[in-house]
């Protein structure tokens, strides 16, 4: 069998593994980031709820010891309703209860509504927190999936890459040369092997002397339809033990 063939179609194997490997690790980071984001965003929201709360808790509080205030008053003019000597002193003390009456009903309205605003903000206090609670939890593990999945796929990528090195060796020109053009025009796969009588990349058929000739494992041939290098079966079958179908595609796969 072809050494040279063997050393390409190898060669793609690799290659194919190693855009896997990249592929794999591109959609983690993006997905981390976005969930940090999210995270930082919620943190934000459910700090001006809280700011929003603790303002309207101080307000609250002054407008109570407001009330108390006015009440003392008011409790103090009524006393002094009945000690009036004239018209005049019953007009003033009249005018000074009515003015207390009406703010003691102005606070207690803003009272009831600003507790109302503080309930409302709480319970959406209660939402963001739980929000953040499963955002950070979420981001947690992605983060951690993504350290572990850097680890990993680092010690595979350096093991592939040495065995490309080992591989490349035995590719000799033009075939390197046919191999970096079609790579990048095909979707990553630039090598097939024939099965059943069809290109393995595009499923084309091909002549049945050729699949024979190809079968031999002596020489490859370019597909007609898809330009691909294409070489015998046996040529997988020597690379991977058994026929393994070469189906991973760097587009094809970011396209679902
Ligand atoms: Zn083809």
Redesign the pocket.
């Known amino acids: 069998m072809n050494e040279v063939l063997i050393g390409l179609y190898q060669l793609q194997r690799i290659d194919s593994e190693h855009d896997e490997l990249v592929s794999s690790r591109g959609e983690l980071p993006i997905r981390v980031e976005e969930l940090r984001q999210a995270l930082v965003e919620r943190e934000n929201i459910l700090a001006d709820i809280e700011h929003f709360i603790h303002d309207r808790q101080a307000q609250l509080r002054t407008i109570e010891s407001d009330l108390s205030d006015f009440q003392e008053k008011l409790d103090k003019y009524k006393g002094q309703q009945f000690d009036v000597k004239t018209t005049r002193e019953y007009d003033a003390i009249t005018f000074q209860i009515e003015d207390a009456e009406r703010r003691l009903g102005e606070g207690s309205q803003a009272m009831a509504r600003i507790s109302m605003e503080v309930e409302n903000a709480m319970s959406d206090a209660d939402a963001a927190r739980a929000d953040v609670a499963q955002l950070k939890t979420e981001f947690d593990e992605s983060k951690r999936h993504l350290e572990e999945l850097m680890a990993e796929t680092a010690e595979e990528e350096k093991k592939l890459l040495a065995r490309r090195a080992e591989v490349l060796a035995k590719v000799e020109e033009p075939f390197l040369s046919m191999y970096e053009r079609v790579r990048p025009a095909k979707n990553g796969l630039a090598v097939?092997s024939v099965h059943a009588g069809v290109?393995?990349?595009?499923?084309?058929a091909i002549p049945r002397q050729l699949v024979l000739e190809l079968n031999r494992g002596e020489k490859h041939t370019v597909?007609?339809?898809?330009?691909?290098i294409?070489v015998g079966e046996s040529i997988a079958v020597a690379v991977d033990g058994e026929r393994q179908e070469v189906t991973y595609e760097v587009d094809a796969e970011e396209e679902e």
């Open positions: 097939v290109c393995g990349g595009c499923y084309n597909c007609e339809y898809c330009g691909r294409v």
